[in-house]
């Protein structure tokens, strides 16, 4: 089934992340994987996004993550969650209430399979 979506998906998934005050002493993104666009969302043709905050541990692990908004509702968390729980980042500066803004849009202009996750 992810193969049909490879192959002829064309979609855009960008994401544009809130920046809090403090953002000097956060610690710097080690791996970050990219969510998956939603078969159903893509073959719905479903734009939409989600906002959440999340803590990072002294292993750079993310840990309590929080849902703050989304729109659709109950669609692209799941996606969210799976990717975010493997992201890393520097350790021993762990940091709380960070807090991101991913969005989930399909583009004309991109390739057939073809996603980008910018910030």
Request: charged share 20%; aromatic share 10%.
């Amino acid at each position: 089934m992810k193969l049909p979506i490879l192959l002829t998906a064309t979609l855009l998934l960008s994401a544009c992340a809130s920046q809090p005050p403090d953002a000097i002493h956060q610690p710097k993104v080690i791996k970050q994987v990219r969510p998956s666009y939603p078969y159903y969302a893509w073959s719905h043709r479903i734009e939409g996004y989600v906002s959440f905050a999340f803590d990072v541990d002294a292993q750079g692990k993310v840990n309590e993550m929080r849902i703050l908004q989304s729109e659709p509702r109950g669609l692209f968390e799941p996606y969210i969650i799976a990717a975010v729980s493997q992201w890393r980042y520097e350790k021993n500066k762990p940091a709380k209430e960070m807090k991101m803004t991913i969005r989930f849009t399909l583009r004309q202009e991109a390739g057939p399979g073809k996603s980008t996750l910018l910030f």
